[in-house]
């Protein structure tokens, strides 16, 4: 018996004090247990900052949904169905009248909902740039723009949400935490694979998938745009040819199995847990 089991049994006999404390005996005893790296105050806030920046997205989408859902309630559909919020889309709305003053009114409403946040997210994203600089990030956004699919804003939302990618032991445990892996009912000799479970990150998770989206997009030549040369330009050659590695092989897999007949949301999650296992390896130092 421990010193901490000695101790509980002298607390007036409480047997459940004496449960626990041989059961923190045991497990201190075997090692069975595993460090936990708590953030400090500073992650938690630049975490809580993507996060806000998330809430003013999910605004931003609603507030154009609202917009398009009016012109069309009213006879003003775009010319160009399905090409929306480009440059030529936002001339054309300038264009747009009513003859009642308060549907007039009504559209101004709209529109400036969603002018004003644009403007927010616009200057939200050059703070998170800023961010990116921070030392407490710096190495690991600089890492994680090397990969094709992972702009500087979603590799800083990766690096706060996770932080410290060490407590995950193998790719798999990094995996199953963000929910990307299937899940299993099985009994006996039968072997039932579910859907994904769905059960970890869910920020990450998402992020994860339009990475994988966009890799799927990227010249499939080897041919970069000038974009992705310069978010490469300071990283080692090694983690270049490691990243370069991880685009090729997340293309060729969704575009494989989108050509057996796969769902193109099966496709994209199979690309993001792919690129999940090249990023723990990265931050891991998994490169050979």
Not at 240 to 247: I, R
Not at 250 to 268: D, F, P, Q
Request: charged residues 30%.
């Amino acid at each position: 018996m421990t010193k901490i089991g000695v101790f509980c049994l002298t607390l007036n006999g409480d047997f459940l004090l004496t449960l626990t404390a041989r059961a923190i005996a045991r497990i201190l005893a075997y090692k069975s247990y595993s460090q936990v790296h708590l953030p400090s105050e500073e992650m938690e806030a630049l975490k809580e900052y993507t996060r806000a920046r998330d809430a003013k997205k999910r605004m931003f989408k609603k507030a154009k949904q609202e917009l398009l859902s009016f012109l069309l309630r009213n006879g003003k559909s775009y010319p160009e169905s399905g090409n929306y919020w480009t440059e030529k889309f936002f001339k054309w709305i300038k264009t747009v009248q009513f003859s009642e003053k308060w549907m007039q009114e009504a559209f101004s409403e709209y529109l400036a909902e969603v002018y004003s946040l644009k403007a927010k997210i616009e200057l939200m994203d050059m703070k998170i740039r800023e961010i990116a600089e921070l030392e407490i990030i710096k190495d690991k956004v600089d890492k994680l723009v090397c990969f094709s699919g992972i702009d500087v804003t979603t590799a800083v939302e990766t690096a706060v949400e996770i932080h410290d990618f060490t407590r995950f032991a193998t790719a798999a445990q990094f995996v199953s935490y963000l929910g990307l892996c299937p899940g299993e009912d099985s009994s006996g000799k039968t072997k039932n694979m579910l859907p994904l479970t769905k059960a970890g990150n869910r920020r990450v998770r998402a992020l994860f998938c339009e990475s994988a989206k966009a890799i799927k997009r990227t010249n499939p030549y080897g041919q970069k745009s000038k974009r992705i040369l310069e978010r490469k330009k300071n990283a080692s050659p090694e983690i270049v040819a490691y990243a370069d590695k991880a685009t090729k092989r997340i293309r060729t897999k969704m575009r494989h199995l989108e050509e057996r007949g796969k769902n193109y949301n099966v496709s994209s999650a199979a690309g993001a847990r792919e690129l999940a296992c090249f990023v723990w390896g990265m931050m891991n130092g998994k490169i050979a």
